[in-house]
């Protein structure tokens, strides 16, 4: 499958935004995907991951309550909308799809766990 993540951009603490990542092919209701993202200087961070119905869903502590993770399966596309954003949500966000299709949320907040990733979309905000 090949990955496609958009909706960055520039923003003021507090905004939201709605990030999307189009996934090519009929499979995609096969995997557990997930976002994470990347700060300069910094490794690769999780911050959220879904099951392949949509019905289970699992996030970071640091995103917890203000960010929101969903899929359209009939679309082909996983969602995150990120509200009150903060400085330190500065990153590349990057989504990714995990072909085992199993659900454990401990397994899908391990960036080894994901077999193919989309090209990132720079999310900045500015207090």
């Known amino acids: 499958v090949q990955l496609q993540a958009s909706g960055g951009g520039l923003v003021q603490a507090g905004a939201s935004l709605r990030l999307s990542c189009a996934a090519s092919?009929?499979?995609?209701?096969?995997?557990?995907t997930g976002w994470f993202r990347q700060a300069p200087g910094k490794e690769r961070e999780f911050v959220a991951a879904?099951?392949?119905?949509?019905?289970?869903?699992y996030y970071a502590d640091s995103v917890k309550g203000r960010f929101t993770i969903s899929r359209d399966n009939a679309k082909n596309t996983l969602y995150l909308q990120m509200n009150n954003l903060k400085p330190e949500d500065t990153a590349v966000y990057y989504c990714?799809?995990?072909?085992?299709?199993?659900?454990?949320?401990?397994?899908?907040?391990?960036?080894?766990?994901?077999?193919?990733w989309g090209q990132g979309t720079q999310v900045t905000v500015f207090q």
């Open positions: 990714a799809a995990d072909a085992s299709g199993t659900w454990y949320y401990l397994k899908a907040a391990r960036s080894s766990t994901y077999d193919f």
């Open positions: 879904i099951n392949r119905s949509g019905e289970s869903t």
């Open positions: 092919g009929r499979t995609f209701s096969r995997y557990v």
